[in-house]
């Protein structure tokens, strides 16, 4: 006989509602993601497809030093969610005064020639609108109103429940970025200034109570997201912890953080609570030896790309530890297709998928273009063919090289066999015509107009 309490839940009916992770449309989304089952949008896949549930998490972190493009990432991350994703929704609070309009945001998706119009659905404010309390208590009134209307905002993902065969509902994204949190500022700290000399014995209790004021806002963080179905980025600095006693043993704050680095003014829950947290590390300027730009488009400066070095020290849906190569413009955030092509080339499996020269390179899933370092960029921007087969091929470096695949038997091609062959079969498969694949999107969607359909590279590993 079963139990009573384990019948008493199965007869609860099934919550429809879920937040997924929303993709970003670069090479995060494979390093943060997981695949889950999901309905088919072509005859090919008759038994349903293989989604990617990765990018924004509902609650996410980047942090790093100074001048490691953590804002330009949370920017980028931000503007691009909402040219996929329609009717979509972001508010951007700086606390540094650093960001002058709404245009700084647009731009971070720039070299995105698909996805809908942000202009209407950003929202901008700063300290001089909410000190920290008062944003609070904005948050909490968002997540509620939203709460109030969830029936209206409710829409149909591809992800499937595999218990009732029904796909999962999701709100309309409303996405937060709150930049940076280590400046976040309550007035209450202002008026304590204000009511005593600067070098008071007084001025000591302000870090006191700004870690427990910042620690009490985090904790809030996950109720709010769910409840208000929001997705919230955090970004904060990192500093080196002050050893009081010298002979003690510094630990750890997480398993991939270094040893001597901690968070500055974000309170002891900030690392506990986040999803995924990412940490920018180092910075390259992409420059070859003549100190001009190694990708050069004919109208940015030499400094223009840096190559971010960064790593996920958590992540809640998949492994933590994994390495995020990242290239970003200093005025238009991250180039994510030269991200891709910039990767196939450097990883440790120099010229993944690609017929590699010195001067010039061939992807093997569309070998009638010759892409150099001086024409790629204007390639990818205008050929969304290149574009689509350069993130085919670095999805499936990134699974290689960071994924746990011996196990994985929708991924076990890429161990037994070598990536020229998969091009080969891909390219001369009888079930979808090469042309037709790389007129695919990778990026899922609840939009029913998107004319391009959905091929994840397990489904497209899956035609040979």
């Known amino acids: 006989m079963e139990p009573f309490i384990l019948s008493m839940f199965k007869n609860r009916i099934r919550k429809k509602e879920k937040l997924f992770y929303l993709n970003t449309n670069s090479i995060f989304d494979i390093a943060s993601g997981s695949y889950l089952p999901g309905i088919s949008n072509t005859k090919t896949f008759h038994k349903g497809q293989h989604y990617l549930n990765g990018g924004l998490a509902p609650l996410n972190g980047i942090i790093g030093t100074e001048q490691t493009f953590k804002s330009s990432i949370g920017l980028s991350f931000l503007s691009r969610v909402l040219k996929l994703y ?4 972001g508010l951007c609070y700086d606390s540094e005064f650093a ?12 070299d995105m020639n698909y996805g809908h119009k942000i202009e209407d659905r950003l929202i901008l404010k700063d300290k001089s609108d909410y000190d920290m309390d ?3 208590n904005l948050l909490k009134e968002i997540a509620f109103e939203r709460e109030k209307h969830m029936e209206e905002l409710l829409v149909e993902t591809p992800f499937v429940n595999l218990k009732t065969n029904e796909s999962y509902l999701t709100p309309i994204p409303f996405i937060i970025i709150i930049d940076s949190f ?28 700004d870690g427990k004021s910042k620690s009490q806002f985090v904790r809030q963080l996950p109720l709010l997201a769910h409840k208000g179905g929001l997705h919230i980025i955090l970004t904060a600095h990192i500093t080196t912890k002050v050893q009081i006693n010298p002979f003690e043993r510094s630990k750890k704050d997480l398993q991939f953080m270094k040893t001597n680095d901690t968070t500055r003014g974000t309170g002891k829950q900030f690392r506990a609570l986040l999803n995924i947290l990412l940490e920018t590390r180092t910075v390259k300027s992409l420059q070859d030896s003549k100190k001009e730009s190694q990708y050069p488009d004919g109208s940015s400066s030499n400094v223009e790309l840096s190559e971010i070095n960064s790593i996920i020290c958590r992540n809640k849906n998949n492994e933590s530890g994994t390495t995020v190569p990242l290239i970003s413009s200093q005025k238009n955030g991250i180039q994510a297709s030269l991200g891709y092509y910039h990767y196939l080339i450097n990883n440790p499996n120099k010229g993944f998928g690609m017929d590699h020269g010195i001067r010039s390179s061939k992807l093997l899933l569309k070998p009638n273009v010759t892409l150099s370092r001086h024409s790629v960029r204007k390639i990818l921007k205008e050929d969304y063919e290149i574009t689509r087969a350069v993130e085919i091929l670095g ?15 929708e991924l076990e091609k890429l161990s037994t066999m070598e990536i020229k062959d998969i091009c080969e079969k891909l390219v001369n498969n009888k079930s979808i015509p090469i042309k037709d694949i790389l007129n695919t ?14 091929m994840s590279v397990i489904d497209i590993l899956s035609l040979i």
Not at 182 to 209: C, F, G, R, T
């Open 99 to 110: 960001i002058p309009n709404e245009e700084r945001i647009i731009n971070m998706s720039d």
């Open 441 to 454: 999107r990778g990026y899922w969607t609840y939009d029913k107009k998107d004319k391009r359909s959905y």
């Open 395 to 409: 999805q499936l470096c990134y699974l290689k090289n960071w994924w746990n695949i011996s196990n994985s038997p």
């Open 134 to 136: 008062g944003f609070f």
């Open 86 to 89: 329609k009717d979509s929704c």
């Open 182 to 209: 280590s400046l976040m500022q309550s007035y209450k700290e202002l008026d304590m200034v204000i009511a005593h000399d600067l070098s008071a014995k007084e001025q000591n209790m302000i870090p006191m109570m």
